[in-house]
């Protein structure tokens, strides 16, 4: 198997800073100055891996949704066949998980800058679509009853609640309100009269 270039490792430290400016400033608060000094280059060696300030924004949005794309596909992966409530809710909220918060925060930055970016407005949707569809399955499986409206609601609440958990990592939030957290989805999903 060969090894990866030197080119691609570069793009992929930039890019990585990238993603650590935007979590932290915010898509238009992620300069260049920012994004050079966070990957300890200078900047003109920004415009040569990645491109110009548009070229960079599309790469890190590609980066972005193909990582949160990569965690639905795990989740996706550990739920079936047979997966419960129960087993999706501890696989989101449990801490010995490797999650990195930044891609959830950047994602949140992105969907912020839209209005001014509305190229990135369809990957977004389309990316959480398919985490709410892995989501459905297992509500739908425990609940066949419930309608699919029913089923739709629970499903974006215990998305919320998850993606909330992230969006407070910059506070260093007390480890109670994971548990806070975990016990909202779970309340959720025994509205459709699943056992949790």
């Given at each position: 198997?060969?090894?990866?270039?030197?080119?691609?490792?570069?793009?992929?430290?930039?890019?990585?800073?990238?993603?650590?400016?935007?979590?932290?400033?915010?898509?238009?608060?992620?300069?260049?100055?920012?994004?050079?000094?966070?990957?300890?280059?200078?900047?003109?060696?920004?415009?040569?891996?990645?491109?110009?300030?548009?070229?960079?924004?599309?790469a890190?949005?590609?980066?972005?949704?193909?990582?949160?794309?990569?965690?639905?596909?795990?989740?996706?992966?550990?739920?079936?066949p047979?997966?419960?409530?129960?087993?999706?809710?501890?696989l989101?909220?449990?801490k010995?998980?490797?999650?990195?918060?930044?891609?959830m925060?950047?994602?949140q930055?992105?969907?912020?800058?839209v209005?001014?970016?509305?190229?990135?407005r369809?990957?977004?949707?389309?990316?959480?679509?398919?985490?709410?569809?892995?989501?459905?399955?297992?509500?739908?499986?425990?609940?066949?009853?419930?309608?699919?409206?029913?089923?739709?609601?629970?499903s974006?609440?215990?998305?919320?609640?998850?993606?909330?958990?992230?969006?407070?990592?910059?506070?260093?939030?007390?480890?109670?309100?994971r548990?806070?957290?975990?016990?909202?989805?779970?309340?959720l999903?025994?509205?459709?009269?699943?056992?949790?």
């Open positions: 198997m060969p090894r990866p270039s030197l080119k691609d490792q570069r793009s992929e430290q930039i890019l990585d800073a990238y993603l650590t400016c935007v979590s932290r400033f915010g898509l238009e608060g992620a300069t260049q100055e920012r994004v050079a000094t966070e990957a300890g280059v200078k900047r003109p060696i920004l415009r040569h891996y990645l491109g110009n300030k548009d070229q960079m924004t599309g890190l949005i590609n980066h972005v949704v193909d990582r949160f794309a990569q965690a639905t596909i795990s989740l996706r992966g550990a739920l079936e047979t997966g419960t409530t129960a087993d999706l809710i501890d989101l909220f449990d010995s998980v490797p999650n990195d918060p930044r891609v925060l950047a994602y930055s992105l969907v912020t800058s209005a001014n970016h509305p190229s990135m369809q990957p977004l949707v389309d990316s959480l679509e398919r985490f709410f569809e892995v989501i459905e399955v297992v509500l739908k499986r425990a609940a066949p009853d419930a309608s699919a409206t029913q089923i739709r609601a629970v974006q609440g215990i998305a919320a609640t998850y993606v909330n958990l992230d969006s407070l990592t910059p506070l260093n939030p007390p480890e109670a309100w548990e806070e957290l975990k016990q909202a989805a779970q309340i999903a025994a509205s459709l009269g699943t056992t949790v």
